[in-house]
């Protein structure tokens, strides 16, 4: 038998971006995965007052947040709470806004990293798992190798471990159960999970899938799977498709010129002129998604039918060893980069497609290190736990409400297409699903933690246990924060009271999230939902869609209407206060407000032109300014229709306790 070689992290120097460190014997916590949900666990639970050490293994902290992915996948505000918000006001900040949910990548990273210094968080940079070390239920240590493959093996002791890693690997290497792939619709009673034909980012009737049209024995196009259609909702072990969230720019002055890549393939886009043949556009919009971002730069993300998802190529991944991800990796960028080449350079291509591609490029200030390109796969979705609780759509409908919710989601139920294939002789997308109507739901806590008769001492905030097609609306950023914050505090307070992760209070565990939001001790602002407003009078409608939770009041009608929102304060002090403005239709060109400070009562009036709701998000917090409020119920602000010459809303309004930001 080969001997292998351990080094206990005590003993052992680590170089770590270019700096050499010690590591401690042994830490509190181990947090595997520098991604937005790895960065934020590790905060907070440094902020608990535990050890901690990051380990990431590339060496760039934030995972897709700081990856790509800058227009931020919502749903509703209402379920981003905590230090997951307190991302997005600290990115506000950086752009002079209260909050900003659409951003640059380098911008997220320095947000990032400022979490890890301010909370004196160790990260080691270049480490991947090898394997866990376990005693019956209770993982004592974890080993970890090279990223790079070369020689040397650390192990790491913690008394708690976190996998926030996008692909579930501590988790099953701890011998938890997990699955991948599509369940059945009949296992858990679901509609649209499996097997799904659908309309949405899918080719026209027409487009003909053979190299040769109409000619079967010449072969199918790059990119055709040989798979036959399996009946609607029936399960398979197929993954949805995988992509980049891409960042370019059309500043000249920061901009790279798109190459020809080196592996550059024509055919594997011969289907993308097909599919431009049966339905053509002079837009490039139609192709990529070109979402904006500040400072002249983008997130693209898939769009239509041929686009930058690389539908059935990342089967192998979520099981695959490192040098198979490694390869499902290259090819991914090899495909991606040779389509944004191919659209601003093939003379097949529709020439103003073509010279809208050509005003784009690579951005110099954004992943130097990388080339300028994202280091961070689009991981859609992996492994997912199979723990006590198993979230599906059921939850996200609120059919099933749990009582251990330790966050909400509340986005679309959402599938990218899973493979591509041959339907009566035309090309067809399967498994694209996007089910809206989703209202905040919670997420249980049993479905962030393992049963107990597999692992004890081990949370798993990302690859949760949820359906297929609950994950879809689970799976977004701000939600993995906020689940990762509330799993940290789960993991310090099993340790305080030297129990198991599963026996932690879930009562205390919710109200420390409710009464220390921030992880620092600091007084947590006010919100005053539209349910908890008092209607002084007039016709208010309650609705579901649209705004800031759950419901918001509308008012249609020129009868004097209004409603007032009182806030508990607990202690005395200045606040500023925010009005939840929404996308109305018909919205009315003003709104008066009514502040009363508990003492004098000021109005204000909003006009809708001055407001700007941008990115995937139903409204913007407009700032009122600053109050001194006394404690108690003796303040308010009250929503009235004076002067409105459209419709109004009463949505919500939030006291936000005014303090130095580090």
């Not at 059309?250 to 289907?271: F, H, V």
């Not at 431009?276 to 070109?290: C, N």
């Not at 129990?499 to 600091?522: E, M, W, Y």
């Amino acid at each position: 038998m080969k001997k292998v070689l351990f080094v206990w992290a005590t003993l052992l120097s680590v170089a770590v971006k270019g700096q050499t460190v010690k590591l401690p014997a042994s830490v509190d916590i181990c947090v595997y995965g520098g991604t937005s949900a790895g960065v934020i666990a590790a905060y907070t639970a440094a902020m608990q007052k535990k050890t901690v050490l990051l380990i990431e293994p590339g060496q760039r902290l934030g995972g897709l947040s700081s990856g790509g992915l800058g227009f931020t996948d919502i749903g509703n505000k209402y379920v981003v709470t905590g230090l997951a918000r307190d991302f997005y006001r600290r990115i506000g900040r950086h752009y002079g806004k209260f909050e900003q949910w659409i951003f640059e990548p380098g911008v997220a990273e320095t947000v990032f990293l400022d979490y890890i210094k301010r909370a004196g968080v160790q990260v080691i940079y270049s480490k991947r798992l090898n394997q866990v070390n376990k005693t019956g239920t209770t993982i004592r240590s974890v080993s970890l190798e090279n990223s790079d493959g070369s020689a040397g093996l650390i192990q790491v002791k913690a008394k708690q471990y976190i996998d926030c890693s996008y692909e579930g690997d501590l988790m099953a290497k701890a011998g938890v159960s997990y699955t991948t792939g599509r369940e059945p619709n009949s296992r858990y009673n679901e509609t649209v999970n499996g097997v799904q034909l659908k309309d949405k980012h899918q080719f026209p009737d027409g487009v003909d899938p053979y190299i040769i049209p109409g000619k079967p024995e010449s072969g199918l196009l790059w990119g055709i799977s040989k798979g036959v259609l399996q009946e609607t909702g029936s399960g398979d072990d197929k993954i949805q498709a995988y992509n980049f969230r891409i960042c370019l720019t059309n500043i000249p002055g920061n901009r790279l010129t798109i190459e020809r890549p080196a592996n550059y393939d024509s055919t594997r886009y011969e289907l993308l002129l097909r599919y431009l043949s049966v339905k053509p556009t002079g837009d490039l919009g139609q192709i990529l998604k070109m979402d904006r971002m500040p400072n002249g730069k983008t997130d693209i993300n898939n769009q239509g039918p041929f686009s930058t998802d690389m539908i059935g190529m990342n089967y192998d991944y979520p099981n695959g060893d490192y040098a198979t991800r490694e390869r499902i990796f290259k090819e991914h960028v090899d495909y991606t980069k040779g389509l944004l080449y191919f659209i601003g350079h093939d003379a097949r291509m529709p020439s103003p497609v073509k010279e809208q591609m050509l005003r784009w490029g690579y951005p110099k200030d954004e992943y130097p290190a990388t080339g300028h390109w994202t280091p961070q796969l689009y991981v859609r979705e992996a492994r997912r736990m199979k723990g006590d609780y198993i979230m599906t759509q059921a939850n996200c409908q609120r059919k099933e409400v749990v009582a251990d919710g330790v966050g909400m989601a509340a986005y679309t139920m959402d599938s990218h297409n899973a493979q591509r294939i041959v339907v009566n002789g035309m090309v067809k997308n399967e498994g694209d699903v996007q089910l809206k109507g989703v209202q905040p739901y919670p997420v249980a806590y049993r479905s962030i933690t393992p049963k107990s008769d597999e692992c004890t001492n081990l949370l798993v905030p990302v690859c949760l246990s949820a359906s297929h097609i609950a994950y879809g609306s689970i799976r977004m950023e701000p939600v993995f924060m906020v689940l990762a914050q509330s799993a940290a505090t789960a993991a310090s307070m099993a340790i305080d009271a030297k129990t198991s992760i599963q026996a932690v209070n879930i009562q205390s565990l919710q109200q420390r999230l409710k009464n220390d939001p921030l992880a620092d001790g600091s007084i947590a602002e006010i919100l005053v939902d539209d349910i908890n407003a008092v209607v002084i009078g007039g016709q208010w409608d309650k609705e579901t869609a649209g705004g800031y939770g759950p419901t918001l009041l509308v008012n249609k009608e020129a009868t004097k209407a209004a409603a007032q929102f009182i806030p508990e304060v607990t202690k005395a002090g200045s606040y500023t206060i925010y009005f939840y403005y929404p996308r109305l239709s018909k919205a009315s060109e003003q709104i008066t407000l009514q502040i009363f400070d508990g003492a004098n009562k000021i109005t204000k009036q909003l006009l809708s032109k001055d407001i700007q709701v941008t990115g995937q998000t139903s409204g913007e917090w407009v700032s009122l300014g600053p109050y001194q409020l006394p404690a108690g119920k003796k303040a308010y602000v009250e929503v009235t229709n004076d002067g409105a010459n459209g419709t109004i809303a009463a949505d919500a309004v939030l006291f936000v306790p005014v303090r130095s930001i580090p």
